[in-house]
T-cell receptor, first 116, second 113 residues
């Protein structure tokens, strides 16, 4: 149980385009979903926290108009990178909590975004 | 500011030995600490959680200790196997009960047969 999926797993796009990444909790209802980005050999950096039906809470330094988050249901959250630029190239990972005994986070497999 | 540090250098050990990874933190009093495993190109997988009032926690070949005085956690893998090769991340809650975590940069473990 407690499986989180992400789609797509890999995306390559041109500079200036927008990219949408989906995060789904497949077998449980997630009270909270988190979005992270990770650069090579670096730690996961929390970008935003979202709860179903409410606006996402963004971390300091993360542009909310650049990274749009929609949490439409207890099993689906989406991250849209708007007008992507090469510096947005990164590994984006979502996680969901609400199922574990310790309220631990269950992570998706990640999405590798490359902006040309 | 809050800071978490893990061994930045990769840890190479022989199969069957015990691997010990370190996580240190500063300017912080977390209620709990978690350890995750991350394989290349994949999301992290939860392994263990230890609370501030617990000294030690075990799960199969894994053992975690938590010293709130030293502000340090040690993560041990006994009888290590090549399949244990991965990057191990420690994470601390940021408080306020909202489930937000701060992650260390991870330590890469390589177990040689």
């Amino acid at each position: 149980g407690a499986v989180v999926s992400q789609h797509p797993s890999r995306v390559i796009c041109k500079s200036g385009t927008s990219v949408k990444i989906e995060c789904r909790s497949l077998d449980f209802q997630a009270t909270t979903m988190f979005w992270y980005r990770q650069f090579p050999k670096q730690s996961l950096m929390l970008m935003a926290t979202s709860n179903e039906g409410s606006k996402a809470t963004y971390e300091q330094g993360v542009e909310k108009d650049k990274f749009l988050i929609n949490h439409a249901s207890l099993t689906l959250s989406t991250l849209t990178v708007t007008s992507a630029h090469p510096e947005d190239s990164s590994f984006y990972i979502c996680s969901a909590s609400g199922q574990g005994v310790y309220n631990e986070q269950f992570f998706g497999p990640g999405t590798r975004l490359t902006v040309l | 500011s809050q800071k978490i540090e893990q061994n930045s250098e990769a840890l190479n050990i022989q199969e069957g030995k015990t691997a010990t990874l370190t996580c240190n933190y500063t300017n912080y009093s977390p209620a709990y600490l978690q350890w995750y495993r991350q394989d290349p190109g994949r999301g992290p997988v939860f392994l263990l959680l230890i609370r501030e009032n617990e000294k030690e926690k075990r799960k199969e070949r894994l053992k975690v200790t938590f010293d709130t005085t030293l502000k340090q956690s040690l993560f041990h893998i006994t009888a290590s196997q090549p399949a244990d090769s991965a990057t191990y991340l420690c994470a601390l809650d940021r408080g306020a009960g909202r489930g937000k975590l701060i992650f260390g940069q991870g330590t890469e473990l390589s177990v040689k047969p």
